[in-house]
């Protein structure tokens, strides 16, 4: 996403937080999936100070926020912390993290811009730790719905790359191993005043391919716009347990206690 609509990214964020007041978790280490510099970084050094926080960079940041992050990051790196870029998790498909190394991840509005969600979901499990939470927002197939009947020859329209209702990541969660399940929704409509500032956002939102329009045709586009906002989160429970097959679980006998028999009098 673009800076035109980062005021979206720190809005659905204060909402996620929100719902984790009341989710009880022993943070010791957190990672921020993408991290959008100027509000989450600040929000969680807040809120667990003595936590390492990895944050993944948004690859559209501006210098300015850049540096800020970058100050902020070596103050925290008395806590082990760091950043780096998004890119390096969008090129990979993999983060630099170790297994079982992080109690929190955070994710604002990614899961929509990727090829592979269910990569994503896979390398949350193998990052988290026993117990760990995994919280995430996205924009759902519904997004920017009353562009679908406009014809403007110009206006080439593209779908999310991953247009997962909440029931869709609900059963990925769960294919993936992840405990009890919370997801939620809910419509946000935004108004125009003018449709040069809803192609600014359709455009941010990646809703389009071009946007090669004739000021005679700008009156055709909607003055409002949709969005689907998806929220979820999930734990990463019996990590000691196999991948299930046929619905049953296996479990590693080495993760068997055994129990010795005291000696009779």
């Known amino acids: 996403m673009t800076q035109p609509i980062r005021w979206l990214q720190d809005e659905i964020a204060d909402r996620m937080l929100q719902k984790l007041d009341i989710v009880k978790l022993d943070v010791k280490d957190i990672l921020i999936v993408p991290d959008f510099p100027g509000k989450h970084l600040d929000v969680f050094a807040k809120r667990y100070p003595r936590a390492r926080l990895i944050s993944l960079l948004d690859e559209g940041v501006s210098g300015f926020a850049m540096w800020r992050v970058k100050s902020i990051a070596h103050w925290r790196s008395l806590f082990g912390g760091r950043t780096d870029s998004l890119a390096s998790y969008t090129s990979s498909g993999r983060f630099d993290v170790p297994d079982n190394s992080v109690d929190l991840i955070f994710s604002d509005l990614l899961l929509q811009d990727l090829a592979d969600p269910k990569q994503f979901l896979h390398e949350c499990w193998r990052v988290l730790r026993e117990g760990g939470l995994i919280a995430f927002s996205y924009l759902g197939p519904d997004t920017g719905k009353e562009l679908r009947s406009v014809v403007i020859p110009g206006l080439q329209l593209k779908n999310l790359l991953s247009p997962w209702d909440m029931h869709d990541m609900g059963d990925a969660l769960l294919a993936e191993r992840f405990s009890d399940p919370v997801m939620d929704m809910e419509y946000l409509t935004l108004d125009y005043e003018n449709s040069t500032l809803l192609l600014v956002d359709i455009k ?46 296996y479990i590693d006998l080495n993760q068997i206690g055994r129990k010795t028999r005291p000696d009779s009098a």
């Open 204 to 249: 941010a939102l990646k809703l389009i391919h071009s946007t090669s329009i004739e000021d005679s045709e700008l009156g055709v586009l909607p003055q409002k716009l949709t969005l689907e906002v998806v929220y979820g989160h999930a734990w990463a429970i019996g990590k000691h347990l196999a991948k299930a097959k046929d619905s049953v679980a």
